[in-house]
């Protein structure tokens, strides 16, 4: 089989399943596995596909700047945002991390008890300018204009020192197999410093975000307490995720 057929086959099974398994297909095809392994390397150098341990995965696309990711998914979102707003109760400290999806909660979040805000995005904190009882705080740092969060060692030192009742997180992609990841490697240890220091930590995603994998992980699935998915999704989609153990919530 020649190269370009190999490579036309392992973008058509990425599509169906997901995910290659290198000593499988090369059984499959009777080929070596160091064959398979080097035409996963050397797609993935062209940008076709995420490199992981014994295989590979779709590569999550790259997202919109901030300001066009804000009209897409709109309804999800706000679904999202609502169902991750209930779960608040009055005294509470939460932090929200950047994100459009986390904007659609902040502007759901209740405004007939005090609780605090913690974010460390100052677009989040925008949206609460008007609202009557939360108390916000803002972590500083540098801006990393493309998500709109503070990072670096000043945000680090501030978030290691705060203890989170409930931190909502975004993410760019969440896979069964290799777990939350973004597309930025400071940004991975941020969202994974605020979860070290939350009691609770919960996944808002939208559904093209289910399934895929970024180049920078930031934690298992089965550290999360929780993930809030679109309803409506198939038992295809989610049982792979019930079956870690972790809790999924449908808004």
């Known amino acids: 089989m020649l190269t370009s057929q190999r ?8 599509n169906r399943d997901g995910e290659i398994i290198a000593k499988t ?9 160091d064959t398979i392994r080097r ?11 995420k490199r992981v341990h014994g295989g590979a995965l779709p590569l999550s696309p790259p997202l919109p700047d901030f300001a066009a990711r804000q009209s897409l998914s709109t309804d999800e979102k706000a679904a999202l945002g609502a169902r991750a707003a209930a779960m608040i109760e009055p005294g509470q400290v939460i932090f929200l991390d950047g994100g459009t999806t986390t904007a659609a909660l902040a502007r759901a979040l209740p405004r ?9 995005s100052p677009t989040i904190a925008c949206e609460l300018e008007r609202h009557p009882s939360a108390d916000v705080v803002l972590v500083g740092g540098r801006l990393y204009k493309h998500s709109m969060v503070a990072m670096g060692a000043q945000a680090l030192e501030t978030i290691r020192g705060l203890k989170a009742d409930l931190y909502f997180m ?3 992609a969440a ?14 240890a941020t969202k994974r410093s605020v979860a070290e220091n939350a009691a609770a930590t ?5 559904r093209e975000k289910l399934g895929l994998a ?5 934690m298992p699935l089965a550290a999360a307490s929780g993930l809030i998915v679109p309803a409506g999704l198939s038992s295809d989609v989610l049982t792979p995720y019930r079956d870690i153990g972790v809790e999924v919530i449908e808004a």
């Open 170 to 172: 975004g993410v760019t």
């Open 7 to 14: 490579r036309a086959m392992i973008v058509e099974r990425l």
């Open 39 to 49: 035409d996963l390397r050397d797609m993935a150098a062209e940008g076709l596909l």
């Open 112 to 120: 007939s008890f005090a609780f605090t805000v913690v974010t460390h």
């Open 25 to 33: 297909l090369a059984t499959e095809l009777d080929l070596s596995e």
């Open 175 to 188: 896979h069964p197999s290799h777990g939350l990841t973004t597309g930025d490697m400071e940004e991975a």
């Open 214 to 218: 970024s180049p920078w992980k930031i």
């Open 202 to 206: 919960f996944v808002l995603l939208t």
